[in-house]
């Protein structure tokens, strides 16, 4: 079987840390392509990966006849415009998460994507992950019970990644710490739920402690690099919300800086027979009632690297076209709700689907 040819668009940290990688290692794939409006990136991954063509024009990727799929890793403003223009190149797409500054740019995806029949998938690699696929046998099963609440805890100290630069500029990234954390943990809610239609939404983003970017004082900073504190500080810091789906209620609380020193990243599940907390990354505890006793017990089994379960999947699915856990299908409905949190948080009230 030929090599599948691939062109990376967007040569930046996600696409470093781990969709170049994770190709390297498949051998069923041809890394054509590094592509990049920094000449100095693209050309640095040709130099460090000892592959490719470095190119600064992504439609020079899309008009070339031997390259079938694209990894799309630029900042979330540009998501939409080069996966669709890729789908409608006749290229198959894994576009990272989100899918869309905004949910009516993810539906223009989903409409490409349904015109034109090629694969869009979306970077929502929890999906790969081998503790949320055991969480999601375990609730298929009935494990649980009823699953009727889900509580997702995404909080850090004062850690906004690149202060003033792309990050936390409303108009390139969308929003804050909700569409750069929370997307993830709402998505394996709703992922190992089986992706319940929301019906309401109720949140309040906070635009608080970065503000006063010369003074904020922090504890990490990922993406330092891209910081500019002459630069645009106008999107969410922390975020609240309840969520009502046709399945469990969603409550949710983020925070990419809060003046609490305590780091609180997990998800519970809480059912009619049993719960579970999964620390998010790694592994998870189970808790039930057995025999008159409170039980609880934490599964050991291997854990595969989640991103190179997502791009050989991926792979794979460039050549089975099945229709994959990540498909904007599902992901989609994921940017509905984050949409629906900061609509609900600028207008003061409930948002009904």
Known sequence: MKKLKVGIIGCGTIANSAHIPAYMKNPDVEIKYFCDILPERANAAVEKYGCGIAVEDYHVVLNDPEVEAVSVCTPNLWHSVISID????????????????????????????HETGKILNIGVVNRFNDSVNKIKAYIDSGKLGEVYHVYASFRAHRSIPGLGGAFTTKAIAGGGALIDWGVHFLDIVMYCCGDPEPKTVSGQAFCKLGVDMPNYTYKSMWAENTKDLNGTYDVDDSVTGIIRTA?????????????????????????TKAGIRLDYGDKFTFYTAENGALVSYKPEFEMKPHFENEINAFVRNCRSGEKLPSHIDYAILTSKIMQGIYDSSDAGHEITF
Do not use: S
């Open 86 to 113: 890729a789908l409608h190149a006749g290229k198959n797409v894994l576009c990272e998460k989100p899918a869309a500054r905004t949910y009516a740019q993810a539906l223009e995806m989903q409409k490409a994507q």
């Open 247 to 271: 399945g469990p209620v969603i409550t949710i609380h983020g925070a990419w800086a809060q003046n609490i020193d305590q780091r609180a990243m997990y998800i519970d599940f809480m059912g």
